[in-house]
């Protein structure tokens, strides 16, 4: 499989579940990202990786917790979200930081 | 805070038209700026990457234009088809590797 891909594709989930988004790159790249992106509002980045070490946070709340365990994969924990936090998130890579960036398709999350 | 605008928000037209979307920034300080079309439930496309130091690219019936210094990026679209239906988003990245989007222009082509 190439390029860059998301599982699950849609998630619900309940206030008090512990769940995780999985991405994966089969690009050879080495940067990754972790974006949200929720109706009518721009698309936020949340977290940015760089050969595994995380260079980028942009003040997202503790119930999001990302891992980069190597440069192929990339996960997002989810735990204790509330609904707001409903929304299609996306994962992205590029070869190095301000390279151009390839996007997987997305998890769209439902918190009830 | 770099701020990114789209405009229009909406645009519907008929097939074959030629049609300008437009961007505009408020920080001017980019490394470059960056095109992406995305498909209703879908991830987003890379379509065309402008450097800072550049003025255009182009890419088959795109045409993307950079001017830094106004914070203004412009994306021609020519002869458009039913196919280019789809949001268009731009986006300019600051620093390492931030990018920062704008809402999007959501494009309509009807045959």
């Known amino acids: 499989e190439t390029g860059v891909t998301q599982t699950p594709r849609h998630l619900v989930m309940g206030m008090t579940n512990k769940k995780s988004l999985k991405c994966e790159q089969h690009?050879?790249?080495?940067?990754m990202y972790w974006y949200k992106q929720s109706a009518k509002k721009p698309l936020e980045l949340m977290f940015v990786?760089?050969?595994?070490?995380?260079?980028e946070n942009n003040s997202v709340p503790s119930r999001f917790s990302p891992e980069c365990p190597n440069s192929s994969h990339l996960f997002l924990h989810l735990h204790t979200l509330q609904p707001e936090d409903s929304a299609l998130y996306l994962c992205?890579?590029?070869?190095?930081?301000?390279?151009?960036?390839?996007f997987g398709p997305g998890t769209r999350l439902t918190v009830l | 805070k770099q701020e990114v605008t789209q405009i229009p928000a909406a645009l519907s037209v008929p097939e074959g038209e030629n049609l300008v979307l437009n961007c505009s920034f408020t920080d001017s300080a980019i490394y470059n700026l960056q095109w992406f079309r995305q498909d209703p439930g879908k991830g987003l496309t890379s379509l065309l990457l402008?450097?800072?130091?550049?003025r255009e690219q182009t890419s088959g019936r795109l045409n993307a234009s950079l001017d830094k210094s106004s914070g203004r990026s412009t994306l021609y679209i020519a002869a458009s088809q039913p196919g280019d239906s789809a949001t268009y988003l731009c986006?300019?990245?600051?620093?390492?590797?931030?990018?920062?989007f704008g809402k999007g222009t959501m494009l309509l082509v009807s045959p």
């Open positions: 690009l050879g790249h080495n940067a």
């Open positions: 990786y760089s050969l595994e070490e995380r260079v």
């Open positions: 986006a300019v990245t600051k620093g390492y590797s931030t990018l920062t």
């Open positions: 402008i450097q800072s130091s550049q």
């Open positions: 992205a890579s590029s070869l190095q930081g301000r390279d151009t960036q390839y």
